[in-house]
């Protein structure tokens, strides 16, 4: 049984920062695109960040456009943990962050091609 298990999502002040950490179980992560995604009450879960191959030897990330700059994503393959280094934290940037890992590596932003998913950490930054 895979398990995706994040922590580090607490209350923060804008312009503080924080990392996400999201521990993996029952599957090595060296096939996966791992990302991570947010969602708020009442909207739909957004894509936040990625990191894996397409097609290619060579491991990138994208991000959105709005956390371009501020959160870095990464992944230690050894220890089969993912990453999300946020800094620079908005109040817009509130919700419940959630760890996704694909079954084969591909990248992409649509969140149906995720087959796995952890249970989220609540991130809230007040003004």
């Known amino acids: 049984q895979v398990q995706l298990v994040e922590s580090g999502g607490r209350l923060v002040q804008a312009g503080e920062s924080l990392r996400l950490s999201c521990a993996v179980s029952?599957?090595?992560?060296?096939?996966?695109?791992m990302a991570w995604f947010r969602q708020t009450p009442g909207k739909e879960r957004e894509f936040v960040a990625a990191?894996?191959?397409?097609?290619?030897?060579?491991?990138?990330?994208d991000y959105v456009t709005s956390v371009r700059g501020r959160f870095a994503i990464s992944r230690d393959d050894a220890t089969n943990t993912a990453y999300l280094q946020m800094d620079n934290l908005k109040p817009e940037d509130t919700a419940v962050y959630y760890c996704?890992?694909?079954?084969?590596?591909?990248?992409?932003?649509?969140?149906?091609?995720?087959?796995?998913w952890g249970q989220g950490t609540q991130v809230t930054v007040s003004s």
């Open positions: 029952g599957r090595t992560i060296d096939k996966s695109t």
């Open positions: 990191f894996g191959r397409h097609g290619g030897a060579v491991r990138f990330a």
């Open positions: 996704a890992a694909t079954h084969y590596e591909v990248m992409t932003r649509d969140s149906n091609d995720y087959r796995y």
